[in-house]
């Protein structure tokens, strides 16, 4: 008898070994990224409001928005909750060069954002793109609105922006070094954009940049687009649906895969005209069926 109830527990532990393995297995395979959908407002045809975005960014399968500035972003919010939307990010500028270099407003609009886990995602300008020179100066801006954030919950994050001062990922990851360096109990984040990399990079250092970004990355955004020597010879369309461009986006799956980045994902929208559901539909079939089933080569 006790041999027979050794032998059965022998088989349950084997069991339970082998199902975790399967779990994790299938834990392995599926997709640890947050979906999400930018700037899909601001060309849209049919001029939908708040609630009639997060409806359908809700029935097409989104797991989130995001919010372009301030104004609105409480109504964004309730709206989001309502739809079981997360409102990943809310973008928010910055002007080196004003005094104050902010809305002071974000102090008393950040708080409806608690428990959501959003980014807050700066483009900073103020001074010519990449120079290095004021960069304590914006580490200070920084600081200030990090402190501001936090009390909220929220992540500051740098978004790299064509013609901005913060324009490229490596100016991203120099100010960021640089913050942790002098503020080691503070902790800010980095984007990548696949459309501001296209416009001012080459096709060959994508993985480049997004390795010296990983330390850092919080977030990626990721649009069709035509490859950046097309871009950048004015005979190529940075923003375009995820399914058009001559851009192969697969590239950028099998990398994001490849540095195991684990983060949310958006899917930038920012200047595509028409209806926003037929592109919008287009472009999360096109995520379906490829970032979810591309793998590493």
Not at 174 to 199: Q, S
Not at 239 to 245: M, T
Not at 274 to 280: M, S
């Amino acid at each position: 008898m006790t041999s027979k109830l050794f032998f059965v527990t022998v088989i349950l532990f084997a069991g339970c070994l082998l199902f975790q393995e399967i779990t994790f297995a299938e834990d392995a395979k599926g997709t640890p990224y947050s979906f999400f959908a930018l700037c899909m407002d601001t060309h849209d045809d049919k001029h939908r409001t708040i609630e009639e975005q997060n409806k359908m960014l809700h029935e097409l399968g989104f797991d989130g928005v995001a919010h372009l500035w301030l104004k609105g972003l409480p109504e964004r919010v309730i709206s989001a909750k309502k739809h079981s939307l997360n409102v990943t990010q809310v973008y928010f500028q910055v002007n080196l060069l004003a005094n104050p270099a902010f809305d002071q407003n974000l102090k008393n609009v950040l708080p409806c954002l608690k428990g959501q886990n959003t980014q807050l995602a700066l483009l900073i300008n103020g001074g010519k793109p990449s120079d290095a020179a004021i960069d304590d100066k914006a580490i200070e801006v920084i600081k200030q609105i990090d402190v501001i954030a936090k009390q909220s919950d929220v992540r500051v994050v740098l978004y790299p922006h064509i013609n901005s001062w913060l324009e490229k990922v490596s100016d991203a990851v120099r100010i960021a070094e640089k913050f942790h360096t002098k503020y080691p109990d503070r902790k800010i984040g980095v984007m990548f954009n696949l459309c501001h990399w296209a416009a001012i990079d080459k096709s060959e250092n994508l993985e480049q940049v997004l390795t010296l970004a990983k330390p850092y990355l919080a977030a990626i955004t990721i649009n069709g687009t035509d490859k950046p020597e097309e871009i950048q010879s004015k005979k190529g369309d940075w923003l375009q649906p995820l399914d058009s461009g001559s851009f192969d986006i697969t590239i950028l799956y099998r990398l994001i895969k490849k540095i195991d980045y684990r983060g949310p994902v958006g899917l930038q929208c920012y200047g595509i005209r028409g209806d926003a559901q037929e592109h919008l539909m287009r472009s999360i079939k096109t995520w379906n069926n490829g970032m979810l089933k591309t793998s590493i080569p």
